[in-house]
């Protein structure tokens, strides 16, 4: 009874799940996109057809098929197919899945293919557990993450793997995706500006753009228009998270921004971190040294500019203090750009480790009572009495000669 049950509302289950899942492609033939990968006589789409699909990871934004990716492997092969969400698996689970795959191979022959979703998710000890199989070939593992799988991912297991990164679809690929699924909803039809709408807010995920599609036609009237569709789409994709790698991301875009004289650029990518949650105190801090890193001496009143803005974060707080760093950002953008300070302490830096802190001469060390009795102090020259101190090298003899700050001729960083 339970068995027919269960049959009933499998058979019931497809007819109502959302249009995602019911045109979730089942061959190579109709998968759409990620041409990088799975292109004509690619190794992917090869190992794919004749069922040698070695140990993987398919990494990449929402949407953009890598759970698909692994279930057209599961239709065409012939090796058993076992399928865990790292979200609700234990290594218990693993553990099962392991013998299984061992009793398989040894009374039929039979290989075990393990797709593991969100593999990031599982901790040390549960990657652990799978080193050993993997290694032996006992199972071949598929993973699929949103996140870089070098940061997530144990590096003894990623270097036996393979690794797929999957894109964002393309706009031409988005529009074929919404063109299937308005056949399939039947009954609707939409034109070109809305089925470009659909597009440009489902920002590169498939799943998106035929959810978008989906609630947009049930509350057309036969035609889907602009309208329906901003009414189906008022959660715009943002694909920043401050937890995930789109932080190192969105962060290095930022500053390479500033650092190009591009405020729009700076701008853009500070309200897409402030959107997804970003610490304020984090983006303060990475302005503040990116005035000494990048602006330097060109413009001083930068790192003033900066720390300013860091101080209104903790006295003004979010949401307002969204202003002064976005003030604060527009200004380093703007602001003439010199590296000359952070060259100057790396070679000095780089001196010091090669000549372990090479000693200051006689003449400028502690010349106080004790150390002139060593004779330290001897033969300085105060500028301040005779200008003839401006023209001493001051460096230890070692090094006398080597020079480290050079002025770039920007802004107020003269070469004078």
Known sequence: MGDLFSDAAGQRAGAIAPLAQRLRPRTLDDFVGQKQVLG??????????????????????????????????AASTGSAFEEL??????????????????????????????????????????????????????????????????????AALMSRMQLYELESLSEDDLREIVARGAAELGGVSIGDAARDLVVARSGGDARS?????EVAAETADGEITEQHVEDAARKRPIRYDKTSDAHYDYTSAFIKSIRGSDPDAAVYYLAAMLEGGEDARFIARRMIVHASEDIGNADPRALLVAVAAAQAVEHVGLPEARLNLAQAAIYLARAPKSNASYVALREAQADVREHGNAEPPDALKDGSYYGSRLGHGKGYIYPHDDPRGFDVDYLPDALKGRTYYRPSGSGEETKD
């Open 209 to 213: 753009a035929l959810n978008i599609l």
């Open 40 to 73: 004509e006589g690619s190794a992917l789409r090869r190992a794919i057809a004749e069922d040698r699909v070695r140990s993987s990871i398919f990494y990449g934004p929402p949407g953009t098929g890598k759970t698909t990716l692994a279930r057209i492997v």
């Open 85 to 154: 969400s790292a979200v609700s698996a234990s290594v218990k689970d693993v553990r099962e899945v392991i013998a299984r795959a061992r009793e398989r191979l040894g009374t039929t022959g039979t290989r075990t293919i393990l797709f593991l979703d969100e593999i990031h998710r599982f901790n040390k000890s549960q990657q652990d557990a799978l080193l050993p199989t993997v290694e032996e070939g006992l199972i071949t593992l598929i993973g699929a993450t949103t996140e870089n799988p070098y940061y997530e991912v144990n």
